[in-house]
């Protein structure tokens, strides 16, 4: 039996190395966002994200349900959606390409918002 050398050294193969610069995940920061705009006390109920891509970008779907109470709720709740798609948010690799109200209801305590966002890695 013979070998041949095809050139095939450790030094000519491709390795998997990290990427680097990669974008964090911009959910956290955008929920930190909106609990300050809406105010005290209020919690994120719950938070889920998705992947998302186009023709021409990558990003993320989330769906947040947020939770307002306190006596004040009813007040918060309405300047907490009064210019929401406007809001200039601060996410690092990221930037908000859509945010809306879904759904939301009201009982004697508190107020709850169903949102989702789009938010789309900036190159």
């Known amino acids: ?3 041949m ?14 990427i680097g610069n990669r974008p964090t995940n911009p959910l956290p920061s955008l929920l930190a966002q909106l ?8 919690i994120v109920e719950r938070a889920v994200s998705r992947p998302w891509a186009s023709a021409l970008f ?4 989330h769906n947040v349900r947020l939770r307002l109470s306190g006596d004040d709720f009813p007040e918060r709740g309405t300047a907490f959606m009064t ?7 601060v ?5 908000v390409a859509d945010i ?22 900036d190159w």
Do not use: Y
């Open 91 to 95: 996410l690092p690799g990221h930037f």
């Open 35 to 42: 609990l300050v705009r809406a105010g005290q006390p209020a």
């Open 100 to 121: 809306s109200v879904d759904d939301g209801d009201a009982d004697m305590e508190s107020v709850w918002l169903e949102l989702s966002a789009l938010t789309i890695e």
């Open 58 to 61: 990558e990003g993320q779907r």
């Open 5 to 18: 050398d095809h050139g095939f050294g450790a030094a000519n193969l491709i390795r998997n190395k990290a």
């Open 1 to 3: 039996m013979t070998s």
């Open 83 to 89: 210019g929401l798609a406007d809001v200039e948010w």
